[in-house]
């Protein structure tokens, strides 16, 4: 995983390590973290194996404090803390470090509470945001920030990565549909490819009510269409006549039908983004999906 990390254009960018305030953009939300601290090693110049790199994985370097704490929420007290620390002389050498995890999580008055500091930090002080996407954060913040987007990862970077971490396993079909994000791809390999499963259930559903009301209890919601959307284009292809790009066993649908419900998933996605539950969502998504079907093969 880390030599994936270390690919990204926000790990290169750090080795000027001479910006005041910096947002990484990083569709990964599991690995965003671990990106924010390679990135802070490259800033430190910290080299592997060296005591700056092991205290900055720890979290413990003293001219490199992360904020919130690992899985929390940043909050006012967090905001209070930074800007007390941020007017302290760096300990060891002449740059002080503060990194902002899932900032796009923060809430507009936290975001609003740091709005000065990021633009005039003290001398030697940088601050470096973390943020699966711009949109939660405040056009106010965008503006006093140098914006480093991540983009997804190629499939077959991916691909090569997953089969690093987990030797043995049939890695393909995951990086396929992973959509460039490595947490989904080890997600839809988890339990013998459970989502894949799941997923093939769904598009031949008996009683769609219950079963969606059993997915919707489920946190997976990104893996979950990811399978879903990977199973409907093997059968798209496969329906095409492209079968040299179908990845696993696939569904025998009507073209009309795959290309539909593919769009039909797309849809649900952007509900389930703002907000909508999921296994109302999922049981529109069934009977959209029913529906395209039956009528292409009339």
Known sequence: MKQLLRSTTAYRAMAQGDFRSALVLFPDGKYLRDLL????????????????AALIDGENFSDCLFFPEAGGKLNVEDCERIVEESLLAPVEGTKKLFVLDAFGAASALVQNKLLKILEEPPAGVSFLLGAESEFPVLPTVLSRTVKIMVPPFSEEE??????RKYPGEDVARAAGAS???????????????EEFSLARRFLFLENPELFCRELGERKEKREFFAALKSLLRDAMMQAAGQTEYVRSESPVWPLGAAIASLELVGEAEKQIQFNANFASCLYALALGIKEEKEKWQR
């Open 179 to 193: 959509g460039g994000i490595f947490s989904v791809g080890e997600s839809l390999l988890a339990d013998g490819g």
């Open 158 to 163: 991916i691909e090569r990565a997953l089969a």
């Open 37 to 52: 601290k390679e990135c802070a090693k490259r800033f430190f110049g910290a080299e592997d194996g060296s005591r700056v």
